[in-house]
């Protein structure tokens, strides 16, 4: 029988390492880590994300600044603002919730954040940090992933990982990270040709593709990891509505351990986003 890999507990594990960082942090130097986070317009899930988001900012002792701003807003009156956190010794990290209004241009956005707050990971300095491995903040879910990994995998050089999904904000950094970590990387998508094929040849299995169950218990050898980072809403034939990932979860006993859906990846994402808060911090009082 696989391994659950419980991801509400190693979020637990992660925020409270965070918050005893903060502490000696502020207790050490003054500095309280902040988290600014922009919410524009009123998209339903985007709410519900910015409002776990500052919970949790709270609850690891840290302070969260929000910014809900109309779904009108023109793009130069976003710039401004996003200009005045970056140049806020006070705020350590900025997040820009995702999706934007159709008249904002996402990726400007995201570029005209100071890299050195861009606790996502996503400016393209970090970009080129993380495929360089010289360092930088590596985007949260990636960087979850690999926490996941490491309660399972002791020794990741010569493994075979298959990441499904190519997106700039999972499927590319956990390839990256990957690679560090000196496994052979393939990165595939549900358009490769002879995809089972590949996914059975893979001792890890990345599955970021945002196709739900798409990887079945068959595609997956016996022992291989599995870590599952779509979660997709789908209802069945009675009505009811369930999450699920791009993972066949029920199919996978075999596997030598699986992430569930819900409880797996992300939890990790908001613990990952508050331990780059930290560490942004903590580099900004260095520079101090």
Request: hydrophobic share 45%; charged share 20%; proline share 6%.
């Amino acid at each position: 029988m696989a391994t659950t890999i419980d991801g509400k507990a190693l979020a637990r594990e992660m925020s409270a390492n965070t918050a005893r960082q903060a502490a000696e942090l502020r207790a050490r130097t003054g500095v309280l880590p902040t988290l600014a986070v922009v919410l524009v317009g009123e998209d339903p899930a985007s709410q519900v994300y910015v409002r776990r988001k500052v919970k949790e900012t709270e609850a690891a002792g840290m302070r969260s600044i929000e910014h809900r701003l109309d779904a009108s807003i023109g793009q130069a009156d976003l710039f401004g603002l996003i200009a005045s956190l970056n140049a806020d010794p006070g705020v350590h990290g900025i997040l820009v919730q995702l999706p934007l209004p159709k008249q904002i241009d996402a990726t400007r956005v995201l570029d005209a954040i100071d890299p050195a707050k861009d606790v996502d990971g996503f400016h393209p300095v970090n970009v080129g940090r993380l495929s360089t491995g010289i360092g930088g903040l590596v985007p949260c879910t990636p960087l979850g992933c690999m926490r996941l990994l490491d309660t399972v995998v002791k020794d990741y050089r010569g493994l075979n990982a298959v990441v499904i999904g190519k997106s700039n904000i999972v499927g590319k950094p956990v390839a990256m990270l990957l690679l560090e970590r000196e496994c052979t990387v393939t990165v595939t998508h549900i358009a490769t040709k002879d995809l089972p094929d590949i996914v059975r040849a893979a001792d890890i299995v990345v599955a970021a593709a945002g196709s739900p169950l798409l990887v079945r218990g068959n595609w997956v050898k016996p022992g291989a990891v599995v870590i599952d980072v779509g979660i997709t809403r789908v209802t069945d034939g009675d009505g009811k509505e369930r999450l699920v990932g791009d993972c066949a979860f029920d199919e996978l006993g075999h596997a030598g351990a699986v992430t569930p859906v819900p409880g797996g990846v992300g939890p990790m994402t908001i613990a990952c986003l508050l331990a780059n808060t930290v560490q942004a911090a903590k580099r900004a009082a260095a520079l101090g």
